[in-house]
């Protein structure tokens, strides 16, 4: 398996297929990271800035600019590598608004309804006039469920609204956002390549090369958030480059590679809904409730949580990528799981100052030199 994972046609496909994606990332990473410190002076001239106590976790005023850079650093990637179509564009303005339009929100605050309603509008822009439509779902043994107009255009909006939701559900400690669609973006890169779709690739790779970016600076403990603005350009861009790739080819479930990554928020996001509606509450009601949230009332400290959603994510990833041939990353990925869990254990003993009592291993070291 290992010598057919590094063999020849291997490495000449990975060339062909996916590193057209590496050059958007970096662009994208670098463009990012150097716009970040003036978003963050911009961020405090405006007042745009998180302030502690309520829901948030934080003790520090912060910024809340970081979505304007991760856009700018992914606008710039996608204007010099991809052709300048319809796709292009509709994916640079579609994204584009909701970053601006949502910083109005990490300003003054929309109303739940107000911001609902922008999540529609963004998502029918997108349906309606450039076409970024789910207009069939493929099955296995090559059959195909077409949808009529008018139910394309419903599941295409309830995909966009859902993914921006589920993003923005998701941040709330630092790098925990902007980490697992990193992740996503590269599974959704990586399904892409077996397809060939040179379009997706690329766009995947400008989308995780600005979240890396980010991360320099939103990783803990975070110099900048990105805000609803910044969750809401990765939510409504990453559902707009998954439309795509099943827009292109119709590949079965072609949908589950990033659903399955984005598994454990999208349930979370789900039972939040459901908890609210229990307790007669709107759904929009901000609580600590999450799942990150349980995870640092257990003890975690915001890295950890990050480790931990990082590795279910790449591990749930890579069992959707099995759909399209890349059932080795799987094994690759488990490794990488395997690393940052035993992090996080390590985290764990070490800040917990907990002991395993094992006296017999001291036998197994040297008694130190005496000088």
């Not at 759909?323 to 917990?352: E, I, K, P, Q, W």
Request: contains cysteine.
């Amino acid at each position: 398996m290992t010598s057919d994972f590094f063999s020849e046609e291997a490495l000449r496909n990975l060339t062909e297929h996916l590193l057209p994606g590496l050059w958007p990332f970096i662009v994208a990473a670098v463009f990012c990271a150097v716009a970040a410190p003036f978003a963050i002076v911009l961020s405090r001239r405006l007042r745009v800035l998180a302030r502690p106590g309520g829901r948030h976790a934080h003790v520090n005023v912060t910024p809340l600019l970081g979505g304007l850079a991760m856009w700018v650093g992914f606008a710039i990637a996608v204007i010099v590598f991809l052709p300048h179509d319809l796709v292009t564009l509709g994916v640079l303005v579609v994204s584009g608004l909701a970053t601006g339009i949502l910083i109005v929100d990490d300003r003054w605050s929309m109303k739940p309804w107000v911001k609902l309603s922008v999540q529609v509008g963004l998502a029918l822009l997108s349906a309606l006039v450039f076409n970024s439509q789910i207009t069939y779902i493929g099955l296995p043994g090559g059959h195909l469920i077409s949808f009529a107009a008018p139910i394309a255009i419903a599941v295409s909006v309830f995909w966009l609204v859902g993914m921006q939701n589920t993003v923005n559900f998701l941040d709330g400690a630092d790098g925990l956002a902007a980490g697992v669609v990193a992740i996503v973006a590269i599974i959704l890169m990586l399904a892409a390549g077996q397809q060939k779709q040179l379009e997706v690739v690329q766009l995947s790779g400008a989308l995780a090369g600005c979240c890396a970016g980010f991360l320099l600076f939103n990783f803990p403990p975070a110099r900048i958030f990105m805000g609803d603005s910044g969750a809401h350009f990765l939510g409504v861009a990453l559902g707009m480059i998954s439309i795509l790739g099943v827009a292109k080819v119709a590949v079965a479930f072609a949908l589950a590679a990033p659903v399955v990554a984005l598994a454990v928020p999208i349930a979370d996001t789900g039972w939040a809904i459901l908890r609210r509606r229990r307790l007669r509450q709107s759904v929009a009601t901000p609580d600590r409730q999450h799942l990150h949230h349980r995870l640092q009332s257990f003890g975690l400290e915001a890295r950890q949580t990050c480790y931990v959603f990082y590795a279910a994510s790449a591990l749930l990833g890579a069992l959707g990528l099995t759909l399209f041939g890349h059932g080795r990353v799987l094994a690759v990925v488990l490794v990488g799981a395997a690393v940052l869990t035993s992090t996080v254990v390590a985290d764990l003993l070490l800040h917990a100052g907990w002991r395993v009592p094992a006296p017999w291993l001291r036998r197994l070291l040297a008694e130190p030199a005496s000088r």
